[in-house]
C-alpha cells in the first residue's frame, strides 16, 4: 500500500512537472509567432520605403525615420527572442511604438502624392501590412493568453511548490503601455487621411 503511494505521488509530481513544461514551452512559441510577425512587417518596410523614394525624394527626413525605427526594433526583437523578460518587452513595445509613428507619417504623406497612391505596388504593399498588422495583433494576444494560462499554473497550488522548487519564474505579458500606441494605424488611401 506504502508502495502505491509513493507511486502515486511520483506519478502526481511528473504530471506536474511535464505540465509546467508545457506551458513555458507553449507561451516561448507564442512568442515566436509575434516575432514572424513583426519580421514580415519588418521585411516590408524597406519596399515600402523604396517605392515612396521615387515619389518623395524631398521627404528623405520621414523616410529615414522609418528606417532608423525599423532597425532600432528589430535589434529590440532579437534581444527579447534571447530572453522575452519585462525590460526587453518594455524595450520591444517602445521600439515599435517608433515604427509604428514613422509608418503612419510615411503614409500620411504618401497621401500627398496622387502619383504614389495610384502606384500597384504601393497599393500591394500597404494591403499586406494592414494584414500584418492584424496578424501582429493575434499574435500578441495568443502569447498573452499562453503566458496567462502558465502562470496560473506557476502560481496556483500545488504546482507552485514544484514551480519553485525547480525554477518555473511567472512570465511578462506583452502589454501596451501608451495610451497612443492603444490606437490602431489606419492605413487608407482611399479617404485621403490618416486616421
Known sequence: ??????????????????????GRNQAKNSFSQIGVQLQRRFDLIPNLVEIAKKYMA???????????????ASKALDAAKSDPNKISLRDLRAAEEKVDVGLGRLIALAEDYPDLKANQNMMQLTEELTTTENKVSFA?????????????????????????????????????DSKDA???????FDQGQLK
Open 182 to 188: 492603444r490606437k490602431a494605424v489606419a492605413v487608407s
Open 1 to 22: 500500500m506504502f508502495f502505491l503511494v509513493i507511486v502515486a505521488i511520483a506519478f502526481f509530481v511528473v504530471g506536474l512537472y511535464n505540465k509546467l513544461v508545457r
Open 140 to 176: 500578441r494576444q495568443a502569447y498573452n493568453d499562453s503566458v496567462m494560462s502558465y502562470n496560473n499554473t506557476v502560481e496556483s497550488f500545488p504546482s507552485n511548490l514544484l514551480a519553485g522548487a525547480f525554477g518555473f519564474l511567472p512570465m511578462s505579458l506583452y502589454e501596451v
Open 58 to 72: 524631398h521627404e528623405k527626413e520621414a523616410l529615414q525615420a522609418v528606417i532608423e525605427a525599423r532597425s532600432g
